[in-house]
């Protein structure tokens, strides 16, 4: 088993856990090593596996490109062989389902399993039923499968485009600009595709279509096929999962703060930046801040990087992180430990660079010990990492809409 758990790559997936040849738990993970380690460690945690681990004879795992693949995978898996540790414990309140309404234009929710079941025994709903979703933000999980297939929330044939509609999110049922049928066909069947772990079939699907447009020149529907696209290529958005999909044991222990950074910029101007922070139980929404730089001329993400830490070190309300992790490279870095130096602030600093080939993450590092430190929670930091950069990015584009 020891020899098994070393194997696990330390990407984002679900772990399953079998008794002989019954699956009795499935599970998902942003680093399946660190997770499925976590559980023989003999550190006890509320979990209600932990009571049976000594039954788990056997592991296997399924990698995912991202967390929000991992949370569709897991809850086909639960759907459809209803593992006994997973039910274990579980009340009515903790499960999350989607359903897709019947409706003319069909309405996309999220309810718990009591919802569910009152509504099953009313036929109230005549509707496609996905899930259960364990451990999952609901509100952050709809508004990225409204962002990556186009949902709409809005009335249909109101006359007015909604505000959704005025950011390109809605497709205009609001405004009569599409028909029902038309609706169906370019937002809830992808729609369900994806909820029924199909990524693959509809990439395919959507790469077709965007050949298809752009060979009779319709250029406009080629473009919009092209953003969900490579949003299902590259979400990433870890704000998708409450505290409880995180699991790093031995920070679990101890109070711990990381404070992550970011710039984006577009040109000259419109620089901004963003500082993200996770705890031992994962990212505190929070405590997230967001920065206009305001005194750098000309594009320098190293000049812009020290004038958002030395803005957040103006706040001595914020608590000081036990490390600084970077979104660049040794000039970031060396940059950041002069703004620390110059407000007598000695603290651990990691960089993260994309690598030569933009391919490779290279790890920059304030001393030795911070060497040793990033080893053994690296999954932890890219993630921090990734999440900066989601955030820069989120707030650059808010910005421009603003102008």
């Not at 460690?41 to 995912?64: A, L």
């Not at 369900?192 to 699907?205: A, D, I, S, W, Y």
């Not at 970011?262 to 405590?287: C, E, H, Y």
Request: hydrophobic letters at 35%; a positive charge.
């Amino acid at each position: 088993m020891l020899q098994k758990i070393k194997s696990l790559p330390t990407k984002p997936g679900i772990y399953l856990f079998y008794h002989k040849k019954e699956l009795i738990y499935v599970g998902k993970a942003t680093n399946l090593k660190t997770r499925v380690k976590s559980y023989f460690q003999g550190q006890k945690t509320p979990r209600p596996i932990e009571s049976f681990i000594d039954e788990v004879t056997n592991i296997k795992w399924n990698v995912t490109d991202n967390v929000l693949e991992a949370i569709i995978l897991e809850a086909n898996f639960i759907k459809k062989h209803e593992p006994k540790y997973n039910i274990v414990g579980k009340d009515d309140k903790s499960w999350n389902y989607i359903i897709i309404t019947n409706d003319e234009y069909p309405k996309v929710k999220f309810v718990r399993q009591h919802e569910l079941s009152a509504a099953r025994t009313q036929k109230l709903f005549k509707s496609k039923i996905f899930g259960p979703y364990p451990s999952v933000n609901t509100k952050n999980l709809f508004r990225t499968l409204q962002r990556l297939f186009n949902i709409s929330t809005c009335k249909p044939n109101q006359n007015k485009p909604c505000f959704y509609n005025q950011i390109n999110i809605c497709l205009g049922i609001c405004a009569g600009e599409l028909s029902a049928s038309e609706y169906k066909k370019r937002v809830i069947t992808p729609l369900v595709q994806f909820l029924r772990g199909n990524k693959k079939l509809l990439v395919k699907n959507i790469e077709k279509r965007m050949k298809v447009a752009a060979k009779e020149q319709n250029f406009e529907e080629a473009s919009r096929l092209r953003d969900p696209l490579i949003g299902l290529k590259k979400v990433q958005d870890i704000t998708l999962i409450n505290k409880s999909f995180f699991d790093y044991p031995r920070l679990a222990r101890e109070s711990f703060r990381i404070e992550g950074y970011d710039i984006s910029n577009l040109g000259d101007t419109g620089i901004v930046g963003s500082m993200v922070v996770f705890n031992q139980n994962g990212p505190v929404k929070s405590a997230y801040r967001k920065f206009k730089v305001r005194t750098v001329t000309g594009q320098s993400d190293v000049d812009s990087l020290a004038e958002i830490v030395q803005r957040r070190l103006n706040h001595p309300e914020w608590p000081l992180p036990k490390l600084f992790l970077i979104d660049g490279g040794k000039p970031q870095v060396n940059k950041v430990r002069s703004v620390l130096k110059e407000n007598d602030i000695d603290l651990p600093i990691i960089g993260i660079a994309k690598g030569k080939a933009r391919k490779k993450n290279e790890f920059i590092f304030s001393s030795i010990k911070t060497k040793e430190w990033a080893n053994q929670y690296e999954n932890l930091l890219i993630q921090t990492r990734d999440e900066a950069h989601r955030f820069a990015i989120k707030y650059q584009r808010q910005t421009r809409k603003i102008k």
